[in-house]
Antibody
C-alpha cells in the first residue's frame, strides 16, 4: 500500500523559512517523479513543484519560483520542499503527491498534508 | 483564476444524476489526459478518474467521465448522501510545464 507522510509544517513569520518532508513507502520511490500541491484555506488545489525521478530535473509554479526548492533523497525515500522568503499567501495545506505513471500523468496517491501558516 | 473552469456548485436529490463540466484549452485538456478528484473538506483529495475515463479499483461504475476536445465531464449517477464533497478536474499543462486544476465543484445532495 502506498503511503505518503508529510511533516515539517507549522507557524512561521513572513520572510521566514521552513522545510517540509514527505516520507514515502509501499512503492518504488526512485522510479516516480514526485510533486508538491498546496491548498489555501477554503480554496482549490494549486500545483507547487515537481522533481524528476533522479532529482536532476525540477519545475516550479511561477508563484514560488526563486523562493522554494524541491529535492529528494532516494536512499531515504523522502521528498523535501525548502521554502524561503515565505509570504502570507503561502499559507496552505501542503500535500505530497505521487503520479499514477510516467510523465505526464497526474496523481493517484496523496499524503494527509501538513499545514503551513505564515503570520506575524 | 483557475486554468480549468468548473461550475462552483451542483446539486441533486438522492438517486438523481449530476453532471460536472470542466473546460480547458489546447495546452492542457486538448493535449493530454484529464483526471478527477474527490475531496471532503479537511481531508486529502482522492483519485476518482484517471486518463480521461478510467476508474481506479473501488470506484463504483455509477461514476463515469468523458473528454471531448478541450472539455471534459464527470457524471455521478444514483446520487447518494456520501457523494457530498468537492470535485476537481485536473490535467497536465504544456505551457506551465506542470499540472493545472479546476476551481472545484461543490456537490450537494438535497
Amino acid at each position: 500500500e502506498v503511503q505518503l507522510l508529510e511533516s515539517g509544517g507549522g507557524l512561521i513569520q513572513p520572510g521566514g523559512s521552513l522545510r517540509l518532508s514527505c516520507a514515502a513507502s509501499g512503492f518504488l520511490f526512485n522510479t516516480y517523479a514526485m510533486s508538491w500541491v498546496r491548498q489555501a484555506p477554503g480554496k482549490g488545489l494549486e500545483w507547487v513543484s515537481t522533481s524528476s525521478e533522479s532529482g536532476d530535473g525540477t519545475s516550479y509554479a511561477d508563484s514560488v519560483k526563486g523562493r522554494f526548492t524541491i529535492s529528494r533523497d532516494n536512499s531515504k525515500k523522502t521528498l523535501y520542499l525548502q521554502m524561503n522568503s515565505l509570504r502570507r499567501e503561502d499559507t496552505a495545506v501542503y500535500y505530497c503527491a505521487k503520479p499514477e505513471g510516467a510523465y505526464p500523468t497526474l496523481f493517484d496517491s496523496w499524503g494527509q498534508g501538513t499545514l503551513v501558516t505564515v503570520s506575524s | 483564476q483557475s486554468a480549468l473552469t468548473q461550475p462552483p456548485s451542483a446539486s441533486g436529490t438522492p438517486g438523481q444524476m449530476v453532471n460536472i463540466s470542466c473546460s480547458g484549452s489546447s495546452s492542457n485538456i486538448g493535449n493530454t489526459y484529464v483526471y478527477w478528484y474527490y475531496q471532503i473538506p479537511g481531508t486529502a483529495p482522492k483519485l476518482l478518474i484517471y486518463r480521461n475515463n478510467q476508474r481506479p479499483s473501488g470506484v463504483p461504475d455509477r461514476i463515469s467521465a468523458s473528454k471531448s476536445g478541450t472539455s471534459a465531464s464527470l457524471v455521478i449517477g444514483g446520487l447518494r448522501s456520501d457523494d457530498e464533497a468537492n470535485y476537481y478536474c485536473a490535467s497536465w499543462d504544456d505551457s506551465l510545464s506542470g499540472p493545472v486544476f479546476g476551481g472545484g465543484t461543490k456537490v450537494t445532495v438535497l
